[in-house]
Nanobody
């Protein structure tokens, strides 16, 4: 069982930045691919970004490409999501997730095995 704890959310004005962190309890964090998803009020949980086990490959939704950056530090069991140039439409609860099975699409939430509780990001206009 892997426990994931997100932090770093908050209220920010449009154009601002936040850095989300997700700490995993896993003994062998490096075996997990990690993803970030978000869920706005009344909407489904959407893919935001993902990173491979080693961090050599990253993936982004078109809506955040060029503004968000995912990274990981396997020595700290932590994955990060840097959010820049934030827009009101980025307002959502952001969740990190861990995927154990390789070869499955990073963007499908059904392929992730463990989820955090989420952290709220609110962007005011």
């Amino acid at each position: 069982q892997v426990q994931l704890v997100e932090s770093g959310g908050g209220l920010v004005q449009a154009g601002g930045s936040l850095r989300l962190s997700c700490v995993a309890s896993a003994r062998t964090f490096s075996i997990y691919s990690m993803g970030w998803f978000r869920q706005a009020p009344g909407k489904g949980r959407d893919f935001v970004s993902a990173i491979s086990q080693s961090g050599s490959r990253t993936y982004y939704a078109d809506s955040v490409k060029g503004r968000f950056t995912i990274s990981r530090d396997n020595t700290k069991n932590t994955v990060y999501l840097q959010l820049n140039s934030l827009k009101p439409e980025d307002t959502a609860v952001y969740y990190c997730a861990a995927k154990t099975t390789t070869g499955l699409p990073y963007s499908s939430k059904e392929n992730y095995d463990y989820w955090g509780q989420g952290t709220q990001v609110t962007v005011s206009s």
